[in-house]
């Protein structure tokens, strides 16, 4: 069957599409789901492994949810203590009436904590795909001396004037579908590139769904950015209080080579930087078990504790 990057999952009319094994072992381990009570209301969270291991808090992008990290968490829950959330407006969590920087970080504060991620004899590491980078590089600029490490993955800062309102910014109600198999046919990723895994699409898409009256519809608030001003979030690119790495997909549409440069010259010097190889912009849907290898290798040696970078 030949995948139409625009509708990526209609050619299975709502068929759940063959996995390799070592996906559907990593969906199977199932996280601990509970929810943090905030002050804007109720954050969705999974977490993975056991309470006093080092910890590991995971971001998703704008318009998608904790589940986008179901299939990578559990590569490093025999190590870590991980979790992983949806922002406000988002997946499981409630929408707000307006959205800013200042709330999304309280956000990673209440939830790290909850998840017992502060409770390790050594300090959580904070990772974050697309829109998540944002408020993580200003949890890392305001609150960097709590936690270990930042990882910016495939995050462009952009300068003002560049834009930067994601494709999920659609200022209108969404559209309810009468089926489930009508919702998951509309799926497809903003912004919009092929997926050659496409069970991982589905994974995620149905975890995007919610029921409703009268059929099923998005659960992201289709709202959220006309009432966030996300200001200019690049300033905190140079005022990290712990270290920062840079991980971006190497055919990225967001992440081109100009930004990469930009980026890196705000950054602190040494920062890590590298591509995925053979991946887009959503990473860890691309290339899974590369993204995993290469965070892995990351944090098995960096950041020092002692010395440049420490």
């Not at 800062?157 to 009508?182: K, N, S």
């Not at 149905?206 to 608030?221: H, K, M």
């Not at 991946?279 to 990351?298: E, S």
């Amino acid at each position: 069957m030949t995948e139409d990057v625009r509708a990526p999952l209609a050619q299975f009319a709502g068929a759940v599409p063959p996995a390799p094994a070592w996906f559907d072992a990593a969906i199977a381990h199932a996280p601990e789901r509970s929810i943090v009570i905030g002050d804007g209301g109720p954050i969705e969270l999974l977490t993975w492994g056991d309470r006093g291991k080092p910890g590991l808090l995971l971001m998703h992008g704008s318009g998608a949810h904790a589940g986008w990290w179901s299939f990578i968490a559990p590569f490093f829950a025999a190590d870590y203590r991980v979790a992983a959330f949806s922002w406000a407006g988002m997946g499981g969590s409630a929408h707000r009436e307006r959205y800013d920087i200042g709330g999304f970080v309280a956000q990673i504060m209440d939830v790290a904590t909850t998840a017992g991620l502060f409770e390790a004899a050594t300090k959580p590491v904070l990772v974050a795909h697309s829109f998540g980078g944002y408020p993580m590089m200003a949890a890392a600029a305001r609150h960097g001396d709590r936690f270990k490490a930042a990882v910016i993955v495939d995050t462009p800062f952009r300068a003002p004037g560049e834009g930067g309102r994601p494709a999920t910014a659609i200022d209108r109600p969404h559209r309810v579908y009468p089926t489930l198999v009508e919702a998951l046919a509309r799926f497809r990723f903003a912004p919009t590139q092929g997926c050659a895994n496409l069970y991982v699409a589905d994974h995620i898409a149905r975890g995007s769904l919610v029921e409703v009256p009268g059929g099923w519809q998005w659960a992201f608030d289709p709202l959220l950015w006309s009432r966030f001003d996300i200001g200019e979030p690049r300033e905190v690119l140079r005022v990290p209080k712990c270290p920062v790495a840079l991980i971006w997909g190497d055919r990225s549409a967001l992440m081109t080579p100009a930004m990469v440069t930009r980026m890196r010259d705000m950054l602190p010097p040494g920062t890590p930087a590298f591509a995925v190889p053979d991946a887009d912009h959503h990473v860890m849907v691309d290339q899974p078990l590369a993204f995993v290898a290469g965070l892995r290798g990351l944090l098995s040696g960096w950041p020092q504790p002692t010395g440049v970078g420490a």
